[in-house]
């Protein structure tokens, strides 16, 4: 199948032809990758079980990792919804449109092939221009799960949808660079108390400023506790590159010889190192890539840039990865959830003056 990219805006607004033209791939039965404000999304009809069967076959997904059913206006939630409790009333009004997902108790108009065999279902309203369009010209309901290929870093340009779909979907929207650039926040509300499934844009004390009590799934950082996740996707190794990545944590001074140390050893041993920095570190780094996050005070930088780095490490093709930590006050919780499931969980502390690669 040939891949083809257009414009999702032509002078500043969504461009009203190509939406209606993706609008009707979708209402077919077929996919359309498009721009959120978060991370690209594979979209397909939500409420056509033919469709979300089609995404995961593109992306490679298991069939039990369910899908986030995106739509444009609160009006379109009571079809797909059992209730609307009113701790979401009072999230949605706060963050839709948004970088926010909330789990709910489904209706028997969503698949279940679109949630993954549960009787719940995921749903966020996008606030990208063109996301909106798109889903109303596409009946009012896209499954979408993040553009990738599964396993991979998420999409935060047309470009990397292309390099992971290429061949596997008809069409991409070209809404430029994401501009959030990590997944949305994650809360179950079907239950007395919600749950934190993902850490995201919006953090979770913005979040108990609004309802109260949020409890934390104790899973959220993928399955190496051994706990089962609420949210199925995160069991799954994900966001990872192709080189093996380390998360090296500690003093400032200490994280920067560590990593040194381990680069030169693996340099020594014939593999191509790269050190994911800040602009305030990278200069203190030997290896043969160093690439700067941004200012560590930049936390929306960070995260900006964060996946799109991940991939420029693969393209050039780097065969171990160090990365500092970036434990930055509102958005440390989200960055480092994906750095930690990035790295599958190879941490080193470097204040651990007997801590060895492990
Ligand atoms: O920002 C985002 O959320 C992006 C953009 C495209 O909207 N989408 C995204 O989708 O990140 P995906 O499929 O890559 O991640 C969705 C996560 C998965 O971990 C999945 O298991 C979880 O949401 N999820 C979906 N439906 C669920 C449900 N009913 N109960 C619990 N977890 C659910
Ligand atoms: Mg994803």
């Not at 009809?45 to 609160?74: F, M, Q, W």
């Not at 966020?124 to 396993?151: D, K, Q, T, V, W």
Request: proline letters at 6%.
């Amino acid at each position: 199948m040939e891949t083809r990219i257009e414009n999702a805006y032509s002078g500043g607004v969504p461009d009203k032809k190509v939406i209606l033209e993706a609008g009707r791939i979708i209402r077919e039965g077929e996919l359309v990758a498009f721009p959120t404000e978060t991370v690209y999304g594979l979209g397909g009809d939500a409420l056509n079980p033919g469709s979300s069967k089609k995404i995961y076959e593109a992306k490679g997904r298991p069939s039990d990792n369910p899908l986030i059913v995106h739509i444009a206006d609160t009006e379109a939630l009571p079809l797909i919804v059992k209730a609307i409790p009113e701790k979401a009333r009072i999230l949605s009004e706060a963050f839709w449109p948004g970088p926010l997902t909330m789990i709910f108790e489904k209706t028997d108009r969503v698949p279940s092939e679109t949630t993954g065999g549960l009787n719940t279902v995921a749903v966020r309203m996008p606030e990208n221009r063109a996301a909106a369009e798109l889903i109303r010209a596409s009946g009012g309901y896209i499954a979408a799960p993040s553009a990738n290929r599964s396993g991979r870093p998420s999409c935060t340009k047309a470009s990397h949808v292309y390099e992971d779909l290429k061949g596997r979907i008809p069409l991409i929207l070209d809404g430029g660079d994401s501009v959030i650039g990590l997944e949305s926040t994650i809360v179950d509300l079907t239950g007395e108390i919600p749950v934190l499934l993902r850490p995201g844009y919006i953090s979770l004390a913005s979040i108990r400023e609004r309802i109260g009590e949020v409890t934390r799934d104790p899973a959220v950082n993928g399955s190496e506790s051994g706990e089962r996740p609420k949210a199925p996707g995160m069991k799954y190794r994900h966001y990872a590159p192709k080189g093996e990545l380390f998360l090296v944590k500690g003093k400032c001074d200490n994280v920067i010889k560590r990593i040194n140390d381990m680069s030169k050893e693996a340099g020594d041993r014939g593999l191509k190192t790269a050190v994911i920095a800040s602009d305030e570190t990278k200069d203190a780094y030997r290896a043969d890539m160093v690439v700067s996050a941004g200012s560590g005070k930049n936390e929306d930088g960070i995260a900006n840039r964060l996946f799109s780095i991940l991939r420029q490490m693969d393209s050039e093709g780097a065969d171990v990865i160090y990365s500092e930590e970036f434990n930055t006050p509102v958005l440390g919780e989200a960055i480092m959830n994906r750095l930690i499931r990035a790295a599958g969980h190879k941490e080193v502390n470097a204040d651990d003056e007997d801590s060895h690669r492990k």
